[in-house]
């Protein structure tokens, strides 16, 4: 029986941005050569925030921020990242920037997580590549399989889980906004302190699950880093054979977004996500989850 989870995302976002350029007074001069000298460590990452949004053709453009956040499995954390821009034909003002994020978050409850996230746009837009990696240490919640036993808070446990998450794809142009090429996908897990209910055991505690598959592409934003018109969707479709996992199964995932403009500042943006996992046994880590492991959902 397949597993689903879909959600849907519908955002509306209103304002308007304008870039101004004027001669630098010798007053503000003088200001950045004080802030370049300081020792001021608050002062200097300011100031590289500050120029982190200035127009720049720099190789590649660097950003960088920081701060505390909480949430109810992690407690107090604090997370650090730094996103660069970088383009791999200069002179095609055409072609979209390629782009490379990492995130670093650590909580007083012991989680650690690195999230590393590349896209990249070759020239003449031939051929894409993306990848994602994710290695965690962190605190979860569980209540079992299906919807029936997430109802119930009877079942509520939890454990502490290790997790290594590996997913690159190569995708080559075969017409105008399509795309189609191979990829992988390489998890491993770990659970342990396991404190859970009789009714929602997690077995194995251990599982590797490496699949191989295809990715089909209709990419048709005007600027994917944020666009205003357009569409996108994407088709992966993995096989997880027994001959390197102890349990075989299959997944696809779709994801499909559309962006509408509706008047001059104001952008109408939809989402649709649904990932199934089905075919012989699928083990208890692949099993879809609400809101795509956080990625689309909070609360």
Not at 179 to 207: C, E, W
Request: charged share 20%; hydrophobic share 35%; glycine share 8%.
């Amino acid at each position: 029986m397949a597993r689903l989870t879909a959600l849907i995302v519908l955002s509306m976002a209103s304002g308007s941005a304008r870039v101004y350029a004027q001669e630098i007074a010798p007053d503000s001069a003088a200001t950045d050569r004080d802030v370049r000298k300081s020792k001021n460590p608050i002062a200097w990452v300011m100031k590289r925030l500050q120029d982190s949004n200035k127009q720049s053709d720099k190789p590649f453009n660097c950003s960088v921020i920081a701060g505390p956040f909480y949430d109810a499995t992690s407690s107090f954390a604090i997370g650090g990242g730094v996103s660069g821009i970088y383009s791999w034909d200069r002179q095609d003002s055409v072609l979209q920037k390629s782009t490379l994020s990492a995130m670093v978050k650590a909580s007083v409850r012991g989680m650690v997580s690195l999230d590393i996230n590349g896209k990249n746009y070759m020239p003449r837009d031939r051929y894409r590549w993306n990848y994602k990696l994710k290695i965690a240490n962190e605190n979860l919640y569980y209540w079992g399989v299906g919807y029936d036993n997430g109802l119930d808070d009877a079942n509520k446990g939890q454990y502490r889980q290790v997790k290594v998450h590996f997913h690159p794809d190569f995708l080559f142009r075969v017409a105008r906004d399509f795309y189609v090429g191979p990829m992988a996908d390489v998890k491993f897990t770990h659970a342990y302190h396991l404190r859970l209910t009789d009714n929602t055991p997690i077995q194995p505690s251990t599982l590797t699950a490496n699949g191989v598959g295809a990715a089909i592409l209709y990419d048709s934003r005007d600027f994917s880093l944020n666009a205003y018109r357009g569409q996108y969707l994407r088709i992966e479709q993995s096989i997880y054979p027994k001959l390197s996992n102890k349990y075989h199964f299959t997944s696809t995932d779709v994801t499909f977004c559309t962006y509408h403009g509706l008047w001059k500042s104001a952008v109408l943006a939809m989402e649709y996500h649904s990932l199934f996992t089905y075919g012989g046994e699928v083990p208890w880590n692949m099993l879809a989850l609400v809101g795509d492991d956080n990625r689309r959902m909070r609360g």
